[in-house]
């Protein structure tokens, strides 16, 4: 699949309305957007779909030319449930077929929306590849029924991804990852393009409306990083834009969610001087692995903090 080098993200966070994520996708598709991340659990994907028929209707743009992403929820991973989130989201995006869906998280570890940082579901439990890859058949029959044309996995590791592609009868196309230059997975990162997996990045500027919940005192924004400050100044842009920038040069498909600035995320991405290969390398060697997206709520009992999640030791943690 043709993918667009940069599209828009939907998670409006507890910053934006429905209706403001909405108009933004208006706004972005009227601009030249054609790529839309979206989600279930993102609550807005009815708004949005009122806005795609619209500009297809209206011949703003076909509906070929656009990339529309959805993702099924840790609620809906049981039997039969993918299909019926997969129905959902078509409903909702009144669309008739999904460009690329995604397994949002690799364990069906179900949070109410606007939870406290330290809730916890008891029925939470740590990663089992028996237990993705039933889900993981279900996204598949999407494809053989054709109402996903590509489907992909996020939040993942290496360790996870190890257990998995040896079973699946079809491979992610896609991988979406937390990825700026603060927080840069180069393991992650190369196995995917190693394995022919396009990796999509989210946080590519350092997320600065994501959820009170998810920030700890050590966070860096990637923005406000001094190597980045300096290289914006010599080109004379924002620094969200060197992120950007050096998203798309180093491969991936960044997907910056923005009410405001998304014409200026593509215009100046794309329309001015490319990052020097010093620059870049300057950008690789500041790298300062601090995930923002730690992912605390979806522990189980007896994990001993959010690192549990991420395997970094490189084993599967919890069972």
Not at 188 to 209: A, E, H, R, V
Not at 212 to 241: C, N
Not at 251 to 262: D, E, Q, R
Not at 275 to 300: M, P, Y
Request: some cysteine.
């Amino acid at each position: 699949m043709n993918i667009p080098k940069i599209g828009l993200g939907t998670f409006g966070s507890d910053k934006f309305t429905p209706k403001q994520v909405a108009d933004a996708v208006k706004g972005a598709v009227e601009y030249g957007y054609r790529l839309f991340d979206c989600a279930s659990v993102y609550g807005n994907e009815d708004l949005i779909g009122k806005v795609f028929e619209e500009v297809t209707e209206n011949g703003t743009v076909k509906r070929e030319e656009l990339v529309i992403v959805s993702k099924v929820w840790n609620d809906m991973h049981g039997k039969g449930d993918v299909l019926l989130s997969c129905a959902k989201s078509l409903r909702d995006l009144r669309i008739n077929y999904l460009d690329i869906y995604f397994v949002h998280w690799p364990f069906p570890n179900y949070h109410a929306p606007g939870c406290d940082i330290d809730a916890r579901n008891p029925d939470s439990r740590p990663f089992l590849a028996d237990e993705f890859m039933a889900c993981w058949q279900q996204m598949e029959r999407l494809v053989d029924m054709g109402l996903v044309k590509s489907i992909g996995m996020s939040n993942m590791t290496v360790p996870k991804l190890e257990a998995v592609l040896k079973l699946c009868r079809i491979k992610p196309a896609f991988i979406e990852l937390e990825l700026h230059p603060a927080f840069q997975q180069p393991q992650l990162f190369d196995y995917c393009l190693d394995k022919g997996i396009q990796p999509i990045g989210y946080c590519p500027i350092g997320s600065p409306n994501r959820p009170e919940r998810d920030r700890t005192p050590d966070d860096i924004a990637a923005a406000e990083m001094p190597e980045i400050i300096e290289i914006a100044e010599a080109h004379g842009l924002h620094p969200a834009v060197i992120c950007l920038k050096w998203s798309v040069q180093t491969g991936a498909v960044p997907i910056p969610f923005s009410v405001n600035n998304y014409k200026n995320n593509i215009d100046l991405t794309f329309s001015t001087n490319p990052l020097s290969d010093t620059e870049l390398l300057k950008i690789k060697q500041a790298d300062r692995n601090c995930r923002l997206v730690k992912g605390h709520v979806f522990l189980w009992e007896g994990a001993k903090d959010w690192r549990d999640l991420w395997d970094e030791d490189g084993v599967i943690a919890g069972w």
